[in-house]
């Protein structure tokens, strides 16, 4: 698993509880694959916002069929 900042730190994100989630490493991947620190920041700083986007509901619903320890390597 890795840390995700939901307001990145390079945009002022602080390391607290709140801002901070325990993700998959395949789906930490996807989101910053998908999406820019910029973008993050201003557009998907809850689990809310970045579930409705239709990219990551569908990455979601796909990584959700796999084994806990799957890795896309």
Do not use: M
Request: charged share 30%; glycine share 6%.
């Amino acid at each position: 698993t890795d840390w995700h900042h939901l307001l990145p730190r390079s945009q002022g994100g602080p390391t607290t509880p709140d801002n901070l989630a325990l993700l998959h490493r395949v789906c930490h991947r996807k989101l910053h694959a998908s999406f820019g620190e910029k973008e993050l920041a201003r557009e998907y700083r809850s689990w809310a916002a970045l579930r409705a986007h239709p990219e990551i509901a569908a990455f979601v619903r796909w990584v959700a069929g796999r084994p806990e320890d799957f890795d896309d390597r």
